[in-house]
């Protein structure tokens, strides 16, 4: 260490527990932070600033201003930006000492073991079961520990897979849900915060797991309520029939993540209409139904066409009252247009028919000068 980490890290070196053994370790370490998005964010400015000495990034997307609310990363400037450059100048800008690599692409079969082998430990930030699988089942093939991290809405997740004596996420969730139980935080909005907490955690674990001090979560899967403020822990132990990281019948390759993909719904189905298409078809003697799957009511003053809410989180439950719409077309709306995807695909795998769904939601709607004609 040179007298500039001395200075830097001088904190962490009072603490009998790091101490300057354990900060050479951070220095020497080498982490990769799969997804730089909600939980990848304060995962990578975390260990940034603790020394982690080299940090790979995994990230393809480019900044939006709906990550803004809780990618820390990210500023307004950087929208439209890659958001791997803009997170490695940022860690670079905090702090010179660090390594970072830049996996500017997907994380695939074809190149997840090429790229996690390089590393000592790995974080999966993301946010898409088929990759969760991925992360999982190619750490377990190279014998690398892995914190796994998750949220939704107002809750929160985090534990350690992969350490030995310890389980796999196939262990927990052998094989992935149905597309309509399949929770996702853009499914149904998540408190930024939420995702600056997990993401603290997860930094929390790679340093102890680094530093071998403490206990990790292995084995035990932390559970954070923001709503409530509390933090619950639940056991999990390695199952003997895993098919992933039983060493009787482990995997000795990849699998077909195209399989866990193809369970995934599709958008290729569901059309997108403009704001100006969505008010000719109100207008047009079509016979539709108006579904609104947000919150609250956004258009009770259409009385000319048919007009259903049923929030997002509610609609699996109710498709039964849906029943006697079935031979007519459907327009799904809701505040932005993501939760009004998710709602088209699982009404669309069910047999009813989808004439579209609002692009942009009501937010892009309440631009416009028919609406304000109608509700101002």
């Given at each position: 260490m040179n007298i500039n980490q001395y200075s830097r890290y001088n904190r962490h070196l009072l603490l009998k527990e790091v101490g300057e053994a354990g900060q050479k370790k951070l220095l020497d370490s080498k982490v990769l932070i799969i997804g730089v998005g909600g939980l990848g964010s304060p995962v990578s400015l975390y260990l940034g600033a603790a020394g982690v000495g080299t940090i790979g990034l995994v990230e393809f997307d480019s900044v939006d201003v709906s990550n803004l609310q809780r990618q820390i990363l990210y500023e307004t400037q950087d929208i439209?930006?890659?958001?791997?450059?803009?997170?490695?100048?940022?860690?670079?800008?905090?702090?010179?000492?660090?390594?970072?690599?830049?996996?500017?692409?997907?994380?695939?079969?074809?190149?997840?073991?090429?790229?996690?082998?390089?590393?000592?430990f790995v974080v999966d930030a993301t946010d898409n079961f088929a990759t969760r699988y991925l992360i999982n089942d190619?750490?377990?093939?190279?014998?690398?520990?892995?914190?796994?991290?998750?949220?939704?809405?107002?809750?929160?997740?985090?534990?350690?897979?992969?350490?030995?004596?310890?389980?796999?996420?196939?262990?927990?969730?052998?094989?992935?849900?149905?597309?309509?139980?399949?929770?996702?935080?853009?499914?149904?909005?998540?408190?930024?915060?939420v995702a600056g907490v997990i993401g603290c955690i997860q930094a929390t674990e790679v340093i102890k797991l680094i530093c071998n001090i403490g206990e990790p979560l292995i084995g035990r899967l932390l559970l954070y309520d923001a709503l409530n403020m509390k933090f619950r822990e639940v056991k999990i132990k390695p199952n003997c029939d895993c098919t992933i990281c039983n060493h009787n019948s482990g995997i000795d390759a990849l699998k077909n993540y195209?399989?866990?993909?193809?369970?995934?719904?599709?958008?290729?189905?569901?059309?997108?209409?403009?704001?100006?298409?969505?008010?000719?078809?109100?207008?047009?003697?079509?016979?539709?139904?108006?579904?609104?799957?947000?919150?609250?009511?956004?258009?009770?003053?259409?009385?000319?066409?048919?007009?259903?809410?049923?929030?997002?989180n509610l609609l699996r439950e109710n498709l039964n009252t849906l029943e006697e719409y079935k031979n007519k077309e459907f327009i799904i709306i809701c505040q932005s247009g993501v939760n009004s995807m998710n709602a088209a695909k699982a009404l669309y795998a069910k047999g009813y028919k989808i004439f579209g769904i609002l692009d942009g939601g009501i937010f892009n709607l309440k631009t416009t000068k028919e609406w304000r004609e109608v509700y101002e």
């Open positions: 439209n930006l890659p958001k791997i450059q803009c997170a490695a100048k940022r860690i670079k800008d905090m702090n010179p000492d660090v390594n970072v690599i830049m996996h500017e692409e997907p994380l695939k079969k074809e190149n997840a073991l090429n790229i996690i082998e390089k590393y000592d190619a750490c377990i093939l190279l014998n690398k520990t892995y914190v796994y991290g998750s949220i939704y809405n107002f809750e929160g997740q985090v534990t350690v897979y992969g350490a030995p004596n310890g389980p796999c996420f196939r262990c927990i969730n052998p094989e992935p849900l149905p597309p309509e139980n399949q929770p996702g935080s853009l499914a149904l909005g998540i408190l930024g915060v195209e399989d866990i993909k193809n369970l995934e719904p599709k958008n290729d189905a569901i059309k997108k209409i403009t704001c100006v298409e969505f008010y000719h078809k109100m207008n047009s003697d079509d016979d539709i139904v108006i579904l609104d799957v947000s919150d609250q009511e956004n258009l009770e003053k259409v009385k000319y066409k048919t007009y259903k809410n049923i929030p997002i």
